[in-house]
């Protein structure tokens, strides 16, 4: 008898220990699970699109646009602005950037360049630290005029767009060279990637938050979405923070985001307007 009661003893203490470690892991929270709604907001910031802004917890806005009172007034009103970079595209109306580009930089396959003429954009090499240098020093930019988060956007053109696996690879490998390049130089940013699903499991140690672009509520009929909401919700147990957008306006996308907990957003009118 008294082995019996040992024995069971010793079962209820690992079942209770298993018990509050699987508390403990679903209640475990990033610095940005906090956040309950964001926008996405291309244009110029107006009087009437501050306001606006500062009525959401995270605002991803273009960086070029906004002042240090800008940006300081929507941290004021609780708002995180994150500024967006495009890591694996170079568009044509950042001159800026355009002006700082080594031919080297482009990525070639088959000896071409990778233009998309939607967005009059190229795809960029990331192997090259000419190139990760311009986008630290967007970053870098962006950290004076007061931003302390960043939105990676184009990370899924890794998985897209370069066709060949070999190539595909040493793009993901030097995406987070380049992500440990961004913490060692901005230790406190946060960032937040866009898509590249493919890339999470080797970025999301360097990630706080990850934005589902183009979210469908009909992921569980589609065996890919379903994969990926699996993968994605591994991480966001261990606190990363997700976001989902829908370009149409589908209750179901909104319904199926929340079951999930990814804070949803409506964009049917693009990302310059806000609603």
């Keep these: 008898m008294k082995t019996a009661g040992l024995a069971s003893a010793a079962a209820l203490c690992v079942g209770a220990v298993i018990f509050v470690l699987c508390t403990l892991q679903a209640q475990a929270k990033g610095p940005l699970q906090h956040i309950q709604s964001f926008a996405i907001y291309y244009a110029e910031p107006s009087e009437q699109a501050l306001a606006?802004?500062?009525?959401?917890?995270?605002a991803i806005?273009?960086?070029q646009l906004y002042t240090p009172q800008q940006v300081a007034g929507l941290q004021e009103a609780g708002t995180l602005p994150a500024?967006?970079?495009?890591?694996?595209?170079?568009p044509s109306w950042n001159e800026t950037r355009m002006g700082r580009l080594q031919p080297g930089d482009y990525l070639l396959q088959g000896g071409e360049r990778t233009h998309f003429a939607a967005w009059d954009s190229y795809l960029m090499d990331l192997r090259q630290a000419s190139y990760r240098q311009v986008l630290l020093d967007e970053i870098g930019a962006a950290a004076e005029k007061g931003f302390t988060a960043v939105f990676l956007d184009t990370v899924g053109d890794i998985d897209e767009y370069v066709q060949e696996p070999a190539l595909r690879e040493e793009q993901r490998r030097s995406y987070v060279a380049f992500?440990?390049?961004v913490k060692a130089r901005f230790p406190g940013v946060f960032l937040i990637q866009n898509r590249g699903f493919d890339s999470l499991a080797a970025?999301?140690?360097y990630l706080q938050?990850?934005?589902?672009?183009?979210?469908r509520g009909e992921w569980r009929q589609d065996e890919w979405s379903a994969k990926q909401v699996e993968l994605v919700r591994r991480y966001q147990r261990k606190g990363l923070a997700v976001f989902a957008v829908s370009s149409r306006s589908e209750?179901?996308?909104?319904?199926?985001?929340?079951?999930?907990?990814?804070?949803h957003l409506e964009t049917p009118s693009g990302y310059d307007t806000l609603k």
């Design 52 to 58: 606006a802004l500062k009525k959401t917890g995270l």
């Design 61 to 63: 806005i273009e960086p």
């Design 83 to 90: 500024a967006y970079l495009s890591v694996m595209e170079s």
């Design 179 to 181: 992500l440990r390049e």
């Design 203 to 205: 970025s999301a140690p």
């Design 209 to 215: 938050g990850f934005l589902w672009e183009d979210w």
């Design 251 to 263: 209750p179901k996308d909104a319904r199926e985001a929340g079951r999930l907990r990814f804070v």
